[in-house]
């Protein structure tokens, strides 16, 4: 039986992941890696800014500090944010506001369990926070996704035993992160395909909802 569901925010329920591209692509540009494309970012979803940084710089052929890759890290964030400022509730991806009253119609749990740092202003612009029971996120952990630290801390943050939770995700990190904390994982977009998922589907707009929580 499932008691809460966790979020992804990046791609589950925000289209933040393309503002995400844009801003790598920006900066891979600026330091001149030209060959940073959308194959890569994928294998930079739900993992945090500076593992997300390495992707970049693993196209190159140039070594860094870890005070200019801190630089780097810092610059990419700069464009990211600038490019939430005109971010709204229109910008919450198909079958959200749905999927959610369907679970709190039932008195299901939810929360957010993202890699970001900026989560909290991003769920605030897109008016997702009242809906959400905790955040967890990018503040409040020290390890990346696959290590599930950010779904644990959701977990305890809502008082659930996380084999009670169901985590929706739409990073192959994130799958793995889910299952490695004893967690059921809905798995989509991006993750679709991915076999560790117990439910898959192309977004929250196409879950099978009777058949998870019948
Ligand atoms: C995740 C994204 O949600 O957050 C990653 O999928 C991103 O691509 C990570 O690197 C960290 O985000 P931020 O906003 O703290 O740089
Ligand atoms: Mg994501």
Redesign the pocket.
């Known amino acids: 039986m499932i008691k809460a569901v966790i979020f ?4 589950v329920l925000v289209s933040t ?1 393309v503002l ?1 591209y844009k801003a790598w692509k920006q900066l891979a540009e600026e330091i001149g890696i030209h060959s940073y494309c959308e194959a890569d ?1 994928v294998r ?6 500076m ?2 940084l390495e992707v970049v710089l693993e196209k190159g052929d140039k070594t860094y500090t870890e005070d200019e890759k801190l630089a780097m ?1 810092e610059r ?2 700069n464009i ?1 944010v600038k490019s939430l400022e005109t971010l709204s509730a229109a910008d919450v991806l198909p079958g959200v506001e749905e999927f959610i009253k369907y679970i709190k119609d039932r008195g299901i749990l939810t929360a957010v369990g ?6 909290p202003l991003i769920l605030e612009k897109t008016e997702l926070l009242s809906s959400m029971d905790a955040v967890s996120c ?1 503040l409040d952990t020290t390890k990346s996704k696959p290590d599930p630290e950010v779904f644990l801390v959701a977990a305890k943050k809502l008082g659930v035993d996380p084999e009670l939770c169901m985590v929706v995700e739409d ?1 192959d990190a994130g799958i793995k992160a889910a299952k490695s904390g004893g967690m059921t994982a809905l798995a989509v977009g991006a993750a679709k395909d991915n076999s560790e998922a117990d439910y898959s589907a192309e977004s929250l707009a196409e879950v099978d909802c009777e058949k998870i929580f019948a």
Do not use: E, F, P, T
Request: hydrophobic share 20%; charged share 25%.
């Open positions: 992804d925010l990046d791609g992941d995400h970012n930079q979803r739900g993992v945090s800014r593992a997300s890290a990419k964030n990211y993202s890699a970001s740092k900026n989560a990018g990073s």
